[in-house]
């Protein structure tokens, strides 16, 4: 069989043929380089700052110190680990899916049928969009809440252009 045959086998219905896809991840400012440099830093400073009190006869600052430096390494591997969280946006004439995981990989998928589907703002004049939820028939679903506010922006565009065309279809 060839390439042609193959693919036109199984064709996609254009009614679930995606319009939209979208893959919205939380913004992380400091990669993994920048942890170490962070960390090492950081720990540096402790360091030299707990040697010149523990000389002095303050000892227990040292350790207060050292505390520090696992508390702030304790809250960027939290930070790290909220990282992980993801939404799948999906448009297609029959169907808007939305599919969160969280960071610890439990995942939450809801289904609307964008005939019925309305795409809600918040939004703030200083601040820009500080929500989006998409509701029908009693049910809402926030999206997008970890995006930064020039990304809400963009996406909210894109989501609402797809959805008025998945309404038209």
Known sequence: MDDNSRQNANPVPDADRPIFEALLTPYRSL?????????????AVCLGAGA???SMGAWPVFGFL???ILILYLALKFSFASGTAREEVSISRNDLSIRKISPRGRVRETHYLPAWTRFRISRMEEI?????????????TEIGAFLH????????KAFNEALGEAKRG
């Open 31 to 43: 990669g993994r380089r920048g942890f170490i440099v962070t960390m090492v830093l950081f720990g």
């Open 52 to 54: 010149a009190f523990a």
């Open 66 to 68: 050292g505390l520090d």
């Open 128 to 140: 820009g969009i500080t929500g989006m939820h998409v509701a029908s028939r009693g049910r809402t």
């Open 149 to 156: 506010l020039d990304d809400r922006e963009t996406f909210a």
